[in-house]
């Protein structure tokens, strides 16, 4: 679960960015475009390997 926690003087503006991008960060769209429609053998091989691409560079 994402959560931002807004500062003193922060606006609602920049709490909102850091929020959208966390949920980035997380993947938590890709997970739901994921399950919308079905995945072609394809799709989910590229998937696949932009993710290992992701771990090893996070490593």
Known sequence: M???????????????RRFKRQVSKAGILADVKRYRHFETPLEKKKRKGIAARR????Q
């Not at 771990?55 to 996070?58: G, S, V």
């Open 55 to 58: 771990k090893r560079r996070f």
């Open 2 to 16: 994402t959560q931002v926690v807004l500062g003193q003087n922060e606006g609602i503006e920049s709490a909102l």
